[in-house]
């Protein structure tokens, strides 16, 4: 299985600040790395599809970038209803694996 | 607007199995690929297995001897079976729907998942 080690595992942050999130993973996945938000007692959602394409309805302060084996995830200011725990997940092949998560802290 | 939703027992005995079943409201389950994915508490997200549409399935290696997914287009619904179940079993289950586009797969829609702890 491909390995996906995300960091950091958590984050304090404040509204208004820039937050990046990393993600590697153990071989090369081309472009093929999504990354989803998930908020307590919520179905998570995707948010960035192909490593930088955004999802439909998705806000613009979430950006992804990367190819390979390195992914970042920016929100460029941080919303009060930012404050969840953020996945990456690779599909380039099966079984597509999760990052361990990063939540992200008031 | 689709939505998703587990239903199922909250508890299961060890080494019974484990049945849940994901209801799809609001469109239609022809089309697409259907997942399970579990997160055991304190722990990270873990794929058990897709079915498709049409009953195609895939499955985490590391489950496949005790997983089997089915698909019931009349009811909108489809269905997971894990055997011989453990407490290292006790997770949250969510179905998600997985989107296919050429090269690129995503879990686009999700339910909220549903807790089922293994204990006697």
């Known amino acids: 299985d491909i390995q996906m080690t995300q960091s950091p595992s958590s984050l304090s942050a404040s509204v208004g600040d820039r937050v990046t999130i990393t993600c590697q993973a153990s071989?090369?996945?081309?472009?093929?790395l999504n990354w989803y938000q998930h908020k307590p007692g919520k179905a998570p959602k995707v948010l960035i599809y192909?490593?930088?394409s955004l999802e439909t309805g998705v806000p613009s302060r979430f950006s992804g970038r990367g190819s390979g084996t390195d992914f970042t995830f920016t929100i460029s200011s941080l919303q009060p209803e930012d404050f969840a725990t953020y996945y990456c997940?690779?599909?380039?092949?099966?079984?597509?694996?999760f990052g361990g998560g990063t939540k992200v802290e008031i | 607007q689709v939505q998703l939703q587990e239903s199922g027992p909250g508890l299961v005995k060890p080494s019974e199995t484990l049945s849940l079943t994901c209801t799809v409201s609001?469109?239609?389950?022809?089309?697409?690929?259907w997942s399970w994915i579990r997160q055991p508490p304190g722990k990270g997200l873990e794929w058990i297995g897709y079915i498709s549409y049409s009953g195609s399935t895939g499955y985490n290696p590391s489950l496949r001897s005790r997983v089997t997914l089915s698909v019931d287009t009349s009811r909108n619904r489809f269905s997971l079976k894990l055997t011989s179940v453990t407490a290292a079993d006790t997770a949250v289950y969510c179905c998600?729907?997985?989107?296919?586009?050429?090269?690129?797969?995503?879990?686009?829609?999700w339910g909220q998942g549903t807790m089922v702890t293994v204990s006697s």
């Open positions: 997940q690779h599909y380039d092949s099966l079984p597509p694996t």
């Open positions: 071989q090369d996945i081309s472009n093929h």
């Open positions: 609001g469109g239609s389950i022809s089309n697409y690929y």
């Open positions: 192909d490593a930088s």
């Open positions: 998600a729907r997985e989107r296919w586009d050429g090269p690129s797969h995503v879990f686009d829609i």
